[in-house]
């Protein structure tokens, strides 16, 4: 499976972004799929956003409803909509997929700032 990421930027505090992640090959029927972060001075990555085939969805606790994912299963696209973004959610997103196995995107970064 492979992952290619867009999105993500510099923006300014109060501001909003989109991710957007395209899955191809070896896409089975059922999997989940979403978003992880790797933050400043925090060494692993966490959860932000995921969603499964049957439209399941979990965010990450400091999340607070400020983000929206959505899929389009047709493409094997899942979209991040990242509102009323904070300084501390700079760092670099992770796409991820699951079928069984973990595949991981390479990464884009988010860096808000004023």
């Known amino acids: 499976v492979q992952l290619v990421e867009s999105g993500g930027g510099l923006v300014q505090p109060g501001g909003s972004l989109r991710l957007s992640c395209k899955a191809s090959?070896?896409?089975?029927?059922?999997?989940?799929m979403g978003w992880y972060r790797q933050v400043p001075d925090n060494g692993g990555r966490e959860l932000v956003a995921t969603i499964t085939t049957t439209d399941v969805i979990q965010y990450g606790d400091f999340v607070n409803g400020r983000f929206i994912i959505y899929r389009d299963g047709a493409k094997n696209t899942v979209n991040l909509e990242m509102n009323n973004l904070e300084p501390g959610d700079t760092g670099v997103y992770y796409c991820?997929?699951?079928?069984?196995?973990?595949?991981w995107g390479q990464g884009t970064q988010v860096t808000v700032s004023g």
């Open positions: 991820h997929f699951r079928n069984g196995r973990d595949y």
């Open positions: 090959g070896g896409i089975s029927l059922v999997y989940v």
